[in-house]
């Protein structure tokens, strides 16, 4: 059965970078495509970046854009989501989900169906 395991969410200063990993099992990773929401008190849910196949395939938000990398290494099963120049903005739960579609440019209105528990982010001084 697909899961999603989130891990590298914390407390960092405003300026400061993160790395969030997305563990997955029960699934070809190569054959999904992984997006990162976010979700902070009282604002809606929004879709922060999500990946394919490839690198080139990913796509962000423009909150994101010149920020946030989003990469994916198949051997280990595993997303990450480099997230530097945090701003208290950024502070949310950041879930990683999962969608049984490929596109050669993902894109977040795609049925993500699975996902994980979330991890928080808290971006303070």
């Known amino acids: 059965q697909l899961q999603l395991v989130e891990s590298g969410g914390g407390l960092v200063q405003p300026g400061g970078s993160l790395r969030l990993s997305c563990a997955v099992s029960?699934?070809?990773?190569?054959?999904?495509?992984i997006g990162w929401f976010r979700q902070a008190p009282g604002k809606e849910r929004e879709g922060v970046s999500c990946i394919s196949k490839t690198n080139s395939s990913a796509n962000y938000a423009e909150s994101a854009k010149g920020r946030f990398t989003i990469s994916r290494d198949d051997a280990k099963s595993t997303v990450y989501l480099q997230m530097n120049s945090l701003k208290p903005e950024d502070t949310a739960i950041y879930y990683c989900?999962?969608?049984?579609?490929?596109?050669?440019?993902?894109?977040?209105?795609?049925?993500?169906?699975?996902w994980g528990q979330g991890t928080q982010i808290t971006v303070s001084s």
């Open positions: 989900t999962a969608a049984l579609e490929l596109f050669r440019k993902c894109v977040l209105t795609a049925k993500y169906n699975y």
């Open positions: 029960g699934f070809t990773l190569d054959l999904l495509t």
